[in-house]
């Protein structure tokens, strides 16, 4: 569900809502319960970064560090189907080597845009917006956003600003659902409760 709109706004879809309330808004929307399986609780927060950033398609890529690989489960239009990419191969792969946002306007004009998996989908990339996913310092993942939808023709530094928090808060939400998994596999207990953004940040279970 995306953030509602007001006259006389200045954001690029004609919206007045400053990129605080918008992801203040989008987050009180995202239902986290950690009780869910792995692809499904990536796709609720992929689906959401593409509302936050007006996004036409996002990707959670995981790191294979003894591999050297960077993997994606839940790539839009794929059915499902698992991509591994060498992490000195493509921009995913950059952004988890460097732990920096890369912000590509034209993805076909970069070297390192990979172009096989457009010509396998169909799709024309044409910006990239890429950003470390860290928890405790250290990089965990690739939060990367594909193709403005609101007329934009690339990412802008306000989208660079709401993907950088949103990218705390799916740290967060991986971390936990983590620890979730092993607290009920070794103790066997109750499923806890579903936890919300705010709780999550606070610590607090809702």
Aim: net charge neutral.
């Amino acid at each position: 569900r995306r953030p509602r709109h007001s006259q006389g706004c200045s954001c690029p879809r004609g919206c007045g809502l400053n990129k605080d309330k918008r992801l203040r808004e989008l987050l009180a929307t995202v239902s986290v319960d950690l009780r869910l399986g792995l692809p499904e609780l990536i796709q609720r927060m992929t689906d959401g970064a593409k509302d936050l950033l007006y996004a036409d398609r996002c990707t959670v890529w995981s790191i294979d560090w003894a591999n050297e690989e960077i993997v994606a489960t839940n790539a839009d239009k794929t059915g499902g189907q698992q991509i591994r990419c060498k992490l000195s191969e493509g921009i995913a792969g950059k952004t988890a080597l460097s732990g920096k946002v890369l912000n590509i306007r034209d993805a076909y004009a970069d070297g390192q845009f990979n172009q096989q998996f457009d010509r396998r989908l169909g799709y024309r990339t044409q910006c990239l917006l890429t950003q470390p996913i860290l928890h405790e310092g250290n990089v965990i993942g690739v939060l990367q956003l594909v193709n403005k939808t609101d007329g934009s023709l690339f990412f802008s530094e306000e989208d660079e600003d709401l993907a950088s928090f949103y990218a705390v808060f799916v740290g967060l939400t991986l971390a936990n659902h983590k620890l979730y998994g092993i607290l009920t596999d070794s103790q066997h207990t109750a499923s806890l409760p579903p936890m919300s953004p705010k709780g999550m940040l606070s610590g607090e279970v809702e």
